[in-house]
């Protein structure tokens, strides 16, 4: 089960870091994920993590946010900073088993197997 939190409302060029803790957690689920959804639009994939520590990104939020995670604490991370309008969505976290030798970043997330419920943010 995983289990978003941090969300929020904030201003142009704010930051927010949001949390995913993972119970259960498998470790054979080496791709972690942060995607997010707009109403009415596809999912898209914002930032991944292997078993490397290999972080890749979205190329809208390169710069601003960071992802990362805490074995000791099967939490992950998604650091954002100079938030902006665009960003404001539902942000979800997922968990998946390796799917390429080219890391686990997802532009859609239909790779990924588990899925958190989502965590709101808000930029104004």
């Known amino acids: 089960q995983l289990v978003e939190s941090g969300g929020g409302s904030v201003q142009t060029g704010g930051s927010l870091r949001l949390s995913c803790t993972a119970d259960?957690?498998?470790?054979?689920?080496?791709?972690l994920g942060w995607f997010r959804r707009i109403p009415d639009k596809e999912r898209e994939g914002v930032a991944a993590i292997g078993s490397d520590a290999r972080a890749r990104y979205a190329d809208s939020v390169k710069g601003r946010f960071t992802i990362s995670e805490d074995n000791a604490k099967n939490t992950l991370y998604l650091q954002m900073n100079s938030l902006k309008p665009d960003d404001t969505a539902m942000y979800y976290c997922a968990a998946g088993l390796p799917f390429s030798p080219m890391g686990c970043f997802s532009s859609t997330g239909n790779e990924y197997s588990y899925w958190g419920q989502g965590t709101q943010v808000t930029v104004s």
């Open positions: 259960g957690h498998d470790g054979s689920m080496n791709c």
